[in-house]
């Protein structure tokens, strides 16, 4: 039981570029959020998606899109990388009803240069 | 006006002693509370979740919940050195637990010995 893991770990990009986040949950979880963290703030959440088949945007959207691939997997795919964009990228999914907890992966940082 | 707010500190708490957290929040129609503990370069981990008015205690940790006055706060007892870390307060905004979870930009504690 591997939780959430997330691909890449590390990444440098350049203006422009184009790159897929991966993150997969073996937890049978629905619900699957993406968010962003810069240095000396809290989580902003870009999307999320309740169910599979489902998104929905968060309070960051632009400059991104989701994919949920299933149940499982929920892509963010940046289409043209900018410099706005280096932060690090954590996924999560969540439980629901009983004791709700949301557990997250270990992190993607990005440098956009 | 943020969804989510906190201090975001530092606050210096001596060892032994009580460490408050507070954090409010503007959607009315918010459901669940969470408290994350982040400590630096790691993912967030679920502390403490609350969804009904009142105190919830476990262990050190009580959160306190005010939906009237839309407040949620986060007490450590007997505070250690291991808790100085920045504390995220995260709140289910609407009705459904499919809905989307929100940050503040958290608050960082520490411990003095």
């Known amino acids: 039981n591997a939780g959430v893991t997330q691909t890449p770990k590390f990444q440098v990009l350049k203006t422009g570029q184009s790159m897929t986040l991966q993150c997969a949950q073996d937890?049978?979880?629905?619900?699957m959020y993406w968010y962003r963290q810069d240095p000396g703030m809290g989580l902003r959440l870009i999307y999320y998606?309740?169910?599979?088949?489902?998104?929905d945007k968060g309070e960051v959207p632009n400059g991104y899109n989701v994919s949920r691939l299933n149940k499982r997997e929920f892509s963010l795919r940046l289409e043209s990388a900018a410099p706005s964009q280096t932060s690090v990228y954590f996924c999560?999914?969540?439980?629901?009803?009983?004791?709700?907890?949301?557990?997250f992966g270990p992190g993607t940082r990005l440098l956009v240069l | 006006q943020k969804e989510v707010e906190q201090n975001s500190g530092p606050l210096s708490v001596p060892e032994g002693a009580i460490a408050s957290l507070n954090c409010t929040y503007s959607?009315?129609?918010?459901?669940?509370f969470f408290w994350y503990r982040q400590y630096s370069g790691k993912s967030p981990e679920l502390i403490m979740f609350?969804?009904?008015?009142g105190d919830k205690e476990d262990g050190r940790f009580t959160a306190q919940l005010n939906k009237a006055s839309q407040y949620v706060s986060l007490l450590i007892r007997d505070s250690q050195p291991s808790d100085s870390a920045t504390y995220l307060c995260?709140?289910?905004?609407?009705?459904?637990?499919?809905?989307?979870?929100?940050f503040g930009s958290g608050t960082r504690l520490s411990i003095r010995p």
């Open positions: 995260a709140v289910n905004t609407g009705y459904s637990s499919a809905s989307k979870i929100i």
């Open positions: 998606s309740a169910s599979e088949g489902t998104t």
């Open positions: 999560a999914s969540r439980t629901r009803g009983g004791v709700e907890t949301q557990y």
């Open positions: 937890m049978n979880h629905n619900s």
């Open positions: 609350i969804y009904s008015n």
């Open positions: 959607d009315r129609g918010s459901q669940s």
